[in-house]
């Protein structure tokens, strides 16, 4: 089918799909200053793994030290090869009328050793090319300066268990200002730690594999606040006056629905957000830890046989130098779960535990739509956690830096893809006109379908599909692009729109 005949026929189809589901999307415009876009990450999308001066990351080592953790033992060698096809990439973004592009910096294809004594001009002068032609295209970068790909010889030092990673980060975002700040306004300087923290150093489900659950998961959550902190106030103190641009921190939840009205289901739907979102908001926008989190790790560290608690102490000098250090409030989500009380403080003593510190039992309703399990269609949630944000965190923007469905197939008639985004975004609007939650931004994840990290190429969340068989690895766009491309078009969810 020719391309525009798929569009005319993608445009009468997408109101009979989102009615399958007998939802009634907002009607509402886009309010006129929210933009929309489309996000990636470089060790998901860019291979070029050893090529031109680039040095090892932590996922470089995992996927070929530990082929047997990833399915099918991929890798992300050459993934989208968007090292070389980035100029396809642009286009892409320009034809589907992007305000923003969100890609993360490889910081070892900038810094082979993770430090600034060896500057790689290559790499370099890759991501200049890049920004540029983005902003030659009317495209904004929002740049991430680290998405997971923690250069292999910090992680020998520690990697987030050291407290000096924040030093190395803080360098490395000192550069990065200098060398990009003149095409890039908008800064995220970490993507997610509470992943990181949890599947990387808590459970061992992604790199580095590590299965420290009661100790690790709190140490790297301090050392990637304090690295934020950090290159936030680089950033407020060097380059601010003169660049004219902002920083932020990406942090991702679940909503947790308490599974009752009985007080301790009550209190376990606060605790488990305390622990996911709170454990690193709350110190950025609050000035501490959640106190529940303070309480229950320190009596729980108490009774097991600790000299002091478990959750690292910031002092009041570090308090003071955290708080207040993001312009704006960057979220991702794609799931909800329902939460419930399963233990308090003083039960289940033994090994110290993060799960046990949480204290909650969460699980999937049945009736909620889902392909893989990290990702659901239950838009009230995505409402619900909004405006959980804006009125636990005092902030004054929202962006949504990811959201999106995974599909395990490869498919170009992407149905249900349409299906949850125009949810989700009908729930962002209601939030807006309903709750007046100063939502700014959407960003899709993702443009490409990509290596999903241990789930290798078996779950595919972009808008456009990448042949993953095909050496020139061909991108073809998928029904979800069209149908995107003309929300961004009309900003618009329905037929007819109303101000």
């Not at 589907?96 to 490889?106: E, K, P, Q, V």
């Not at 520690?158 to 306004?185: C, H, I, M």
């Not at 606060?270 to 320190?298: E, H, K």
């Not at 990811?402 to 962002?428: K, M, P």
Request: hydrophobic share 35%.
């Amino acid at each position: 089918m020719a391309r525009e005949s798929f569009s005319a026929f993608l445009f009468l189809v997408i109101f009979s799909i989102a009615n399958c589901d007998n939802v009634t999307l907002n009607n509402h415009f886009f309010p006129a200053n929210f933009k929309f876009g489309a996000a990636t990450a470089a060790y998901q999308i860019e291979g070029g793994w050893d090529e031109d001066g680039k040095g090892l990351n932590l996922w470089d080592w995992y996927t070929h030290t530990y082929p047997d953790r990833i399915t099918n033992e991929f890798t992300g060698d050459v993934a989208c090869d968007s090292y070389h096809k980035w100029k396809e990439d642009i286009q892409l973004l320009k034809d589907l009328g992007a305000n923003h592009y969100r890609l993360s910096l490889s910081w070892s294809r900038i810094l082979p050793d993770g430090t600034i004594n060896n500057v790689n001009q290559k790499g370099v002068n890759y991501y200049k090319n890049l920004l540029e032609t983005l902003r030659a295209n009317n495209i904004e970068p929002m740049v991430t300066l680290y998405h997971w790909d923690l250069p292999l010889s910090l992680h020998e030092l520690g990697g987030w268990l050291n407290p000096l990673t924040a030093d190395y980060f803080a360098e490395y975002a000192r550069l990065s200002f200098q060398l990009f700040g003149n095409y890039v306004k908008t800064w995220i300087t970490l993507n997610e730690p509470q992943t990181t923290c949890v599947q990387g150093y808590g459970n061992g489900e992604k790199a580095p594999g590590y299965n420290h659950s009661g100790e690790g998961v709190y140490q790297c959550a301090y050392t990637h606040i304090l690295a934020h902190a950090k290159a936030y106030h680089i950033y407020d103190k060097e380059f601010r006056t003169q660049q004219q641009g902002r920083v932020s921190i990406v942090l991702d939840s679940a909503w947790a629905e308490p599974a009752s009205n009985k007080t301790e289901d009550q209190i376990a739907g606060a605790t488990a957000m305390a622990f996911s979102m709170g454990l690193y908001a709350n110190p950025i926008y609050n000035g501490n830890w959640p106190q529940i989190v303070i309480d229950r790790v320190g009596n729980r560290s108490a009774n097991e046989g600790f000299s002091r608690s478990r959750l690292p102490e910031f002092t009041q000098e570090q308090l003071e130098f955290i708080k207040g250090t993001s312009d704006f409030f960057c979220l991702n989500s794609y799931a909800t779960d329902h939460t419930e009380y399963q233990n308090g403080p003083d039960d289940n003593i033994g090994d110290p535990s993060y799960v046990l510190d949480i204290g909650v039992r969460q699980w999937k309703d049945e009736s909620w739509k889902s392909v893989v399990n990290w990702v659901d269609l239950v838009p009230w949630g995505f409402r619900k956690l909004i405006n959980y944000v804006w009125n636990t965190y005092g902030v004054n923007e929202i962006v949504i830096t990811e959201n999106g469905w995974a599909d395990v197939e490869s498919i170009l008639e992407d149905d249900d893809r349409i299906t949850y985004i125009s949810q989700f975004l009908s729930a962002l609007l209601d939030a807006v006109y309903e709750d007046n939650v100063n939502v700014t931004g959407y960003t899709v994840w993702s443009l490409l379908d990509n290596f999903e990290w241990t789930n290798g190429y078996t779950q595919k969340l972009g808008i456009v599909q990448v042949n993953f068989t095909d050496p020139n690895r061909t991108r073809t766009p998928k029904s979800s692009y069209t149908w995107y491309q003309n929300v961004l078009s009309t900003r618009c969810l329905v037929e007819k729109c109303e101000e």
